[in-house]
């Protein structure tokens, strides 16, 4: 029976592809269709392709046997998982973003903001540490309309660039968090296939402590 690897659809993946085929990992078979599970060129694994967020869910219920996720997915879902690796991609940070013409003033000084995020458990325990009573609006998408539409005060999510914020006269006031790309493992199936997956694991550690040639 194939090990299952849960990857969240998008960027994340595709960066996901290339190091586990650096690390000799086989890669899905490749077919023009909208197949959610895609078993391995050599049958030794399938892959899932889920949403970002979801990720940590289906390792964490066994539904995968490895995963992997941002770390920001992996703290808002409060995955119960084996985290044996940070991974070298995925770098962003998840952070607190205001109107620009937001008076200046410290958070803890504003009173029952209205914040729009897709990440209500870590937001509502940043702000809850600075003793600030905030109203949280959750959204799936589209974060930075909250504002511009007055829905919301403030917005909590990632940042990578900030590109979109300054797209959306908006800045960035305070990080929550950095997050990258971290591999998870059910704690289950760590013990249970633990030959299986500790080879993985150390062909991917192998590769990821390698120095990156110099093209020049």
Same mark, same amino acid.
């Given at each position: ?24 990992? %086989?890669?899905? !078979? ?5 197949? +959610?599970?895609?078993?391995? /060129?050599? #049958?030794? *694994? ?82 809850? %540490?600075?003793? !600030? ?5 959750? +959204?799936?998408?589209?974060? /930075?309309? #909250?504002? *511009? ?68």
């Amino acid at each position: 029976m194939p090990l299952t690897i849960a990857l969240p659809k998008g960027r994340m993946a595709d960066d996901a592809l290339t190091w586990l085929a650096r690390a000799g990992w %086989s890669p899905p !078979v490749v077919e023009d269709d909208r197949r +959610l599970v895609i078993p391995s /060129e050599d #049958g030794s *694994l399938a892959y899932l392709l889920v949403k970002p967020m979801d990720a940590p869910v289906f390792v964490e219920q066994g539904a995968a046997d490895i995963g992997i996720a941002g770390l920001d997915a992996v703290r808002e879902r409060a995955a119960d998982v084996y985290e044996p690796m940070l991974l070298p991609f995925g770098h962003c940070r998840l952070s607190v973003a205001a109107p620009a013409n937001r008076p200046h003033r410290p958070l803890r000084l504003e009173i029952s903001p209205r914040v729009a995020t897709k990440y209500p458990r870590l937001a509502e325990a940043y702000f809850r %540490s600075r003793g !600030v009573s905030a109203e949280f609006i959750y +959204l799936s998408g589209s974060v /930075e309309l #909250g504002p *511009l539409v007055d829905m919301a005060d403030l917005i909590v999510d990632i940042i990578q660039t900030g590109s979109t914020l300054r797209a959306n006269n908006l800045v960035e006031l305070r990080e929550i968090m950095p997050s990258q790309a971290v591999l998870i493992v059910n704690r289950a199936s760590y013990r249970l296939h633990a030959d299986r997956i500790q080879p993985l694991l150390q062909s991917l550690r192998a590769v990821i402590s390698q120095p990156i040639e110099n093209p020049w």
